[in-house]
């Protein structure tokens, strides 16, 4: 018989009035001489008082033996803690570990009280534990007992597994990231390159907008819209300079992306839509158009030149209309007399020949009469050429007055006049005409140094009878007129054959006096 008043469980009991089950820390029991772990209860009397204990001693293996070893694992942890957290038992893999050793070396603080649900898993590190692992651990309250079960698995084993995976993967991210790293490196490359290259377009692009805003073309990118059949249905401005918008009117921000259907009116549109058509299929086009009343172009004329470029069509629009005024002028100069603004003999010379073979092609009659002013030699040498002028004005003026407005009246020169009639239907036309004309010669020119009289001597040829060209038809006309001057002043004569023989014979006769002398 053994006395266990000493022992803590003894004293435990005979001071705690309540039935609750002790369970104590491993001890070396005094009768067995090994080491357990004792259960305890407290005995009462009937009347309440302290009578003694009721003892258990069972060895830790006990404990151990109910759990499958084969499932922790070579480094699994299997623990009990008794309610006051203290380790009862611990075990790694299995092994048995006594007080000395044990496997547990402290215990962190758990985080779930006893008797509520299991604790989180949580990462106990490695000086935790006797064999320095760290290891995930979970804890449970046992519902029978007031022990608290703890279980832990060492993170290198649980790892492992995954950790092959992981090599496989990272070689696999290794390799990912080598390509995406070169193909990185490639697009880089392309897209400096591309940059690179649209900075030189760029460049070209900026100083040729340069070059162009500073020039008196307008220039214009005109891109295609094709129909469902592939025919350019239309064209839009993709590009242009501030000269090019200037010319319609618009600013340039609006003027580009316009669609040409929207800025020239129709029919207009689809000539110019025709004339582009045909510069994007010979791939050059130029011109200088005059431009019509219905073109939204605010200028006169303009030099057009067309060039494809890839898919688009480059446009060129220089202002021409100073240029053509001045050649119209010059021509003007050249074709007008002066004094009279009379067209001269340079331009009959031009039209003449023209009017003639119009006449021939519709098998028409036509006339040409030569008009001399008599007397006005004596108006020059006793008035004054200032005088003379105004009266070659005046003339002119009431010979125009005379005729139709198909017909034509020309200053020669001097005193001398040509009128051309145009689509007569007999020769008694021409004779009107020529009476009417000096008809109004005839009356009084009232002139700043007073009333002047003087008539006129006219001679008529006729096409064809008289002459197939021009200077045929001219010169029977002057021969005419000659002999109607020498017959008396004022009258008109047409030419026949015989007077050109008389001329002849009298230019003979002269020419032999001449000689004679």
């Known amino acids: 018989q053994q006395n266990v008043a000493d022992r803590a469980y003894f004293r435990f009991h005979a001071v705690d009035r309540s039935q609750v089950l002790r369970i104590g820390e491993q001890t070396i029991g005094r009768v067995s001489g090994k080491s357990v772990i004792q259960f ?32 922790l694992e070579p480094a699994g942890l299997l623990a009990i803690l008794g309610p006051d957290r203290a380790l009862r038992i611990a075990t790694i893999g299995g092994a048995r570990r006594d007080t000395a050793r044990p496997a547990l070396l402290t ?17 106990w590190l490695g000086d935790t534990f006797a064999d320095k692992q760290t290891r995930f651990v ?25 950790r092959e995976t992981w090599k496989i993967y990272r070689n696999i991210a290794i390799a990912g990231c080598v390509f995406l790293f070169f193909f990185a490196l490639a697009a880089t490359l392309l897209a400096v390159r591309l940059a690179w290259r649209k900075h030189s377009e760029a460049e070209v692009r900026n100083a040729y907008r340069i070059a162009t805003e500073g020039g008196n073309d307008g220039f214009y990118m005109l891109r295609p819209l094709y129909d469902k059949n592939g025919m350019a249905d239309d ?26 259907s929207a800025l020239y009116p129709k029919p207009y549109f689809y000539v110019v839509r025709d004339t582009l058509r045909a510069a994007m299929e010979s791939g050059f086009y130029e011109d200088e158009l005059k431009i019509p009343p219905e073109s939204p172009l605010r200028v006169e004329w303009v030099y057009r030149r067309l060039v494809r470029s890839g898919a688009a069509l480059a ?39 023209e009017e003639i ?41 009431r010979l125009k007055s005379a005729l139709r407005p198909t017909d034509h009246v020309v200053r020669l020169g001097g005193d001398e006049f040509t009128v051309i009639l145009s689509a007569l239907e007999s020769q008694d036309a021409a004779a009107h005409v020529a009476e009417r004309i000096a008809e109004k010669l005839n009356w009084p020119f009232d002139l700043a140094r007073g009333k002047n009289t003087l008539g006129a ?45 008389s001329l002849n014979a009298r230019i003979d006769n002269e020419r032999a006096l001449q000689q004679a002398i």
């Open 40 to 71: 305890t209860r407290r005995l009462e009397t009937e009347g309440g008082s302290f009578d003694g204990v009721v003892l258990i001693s069972i060895e830790p293996e006990y404990y151990l033996s109910f759990s499958a070893t084969s499932r």
């Open 457 to 501: 001597s006219i001679g008529i040829s006729i096409f064809p009878r008289d002459g197939q060209d021009a200077e045929t038809l001219l010169k029977h006309s002057d021969i005419a007129m000659y002999h109607a001057k020498s017959e008396g002043k004022g009258h008109y004569r047409f030419y026949e054959q015989s007077l050109s023989e």
């Open 107 to 123: 215990i962190p603080p758990l985080d779930k009280p006893e008797g509520v649900g299991p604790v989180q898993g949580r990462q």
């Open 138 to 162: 979970a804890a449970k309250s046992l519902k029978t007992y007031p022990l608290i079960a703890l279980v832990g698995l060492a993170a290198e084993e649980r790892i492992a597994p995954h």
């Open 235 to 260: 064209f839009m401005v993709a590009d242009c300079n501030e000269r090019g918008a200037a010319f319609s009117g618009i600013p340039t921000a609006q003027f580009i992306g316009s669609k040409l």
């Open 357 to 397: 073979e119009r006449a021939r092609n519709a098998d028409a009659m036509m006339a040409l009469l030569f008009v001399d002013l008599d007397d006005f030699k004596d108006i020059n040498d006793s008035l004054g050429h200032s005088v003379g002028d105004e009266l070659l004005r005046a003339a002119a003026l």
């Open 315 to 353: 446009l060129t629009m220089r202002d021409i209309s100073a240029t053509k005024a001045h050649e119209r002028d010059l021509r003007r100069m050249a074709n007008e007399d002066a004094l009279t603004a009379l067209p001269n003999r340079n331009w009959m010379m031009s039209f003449l020949p």
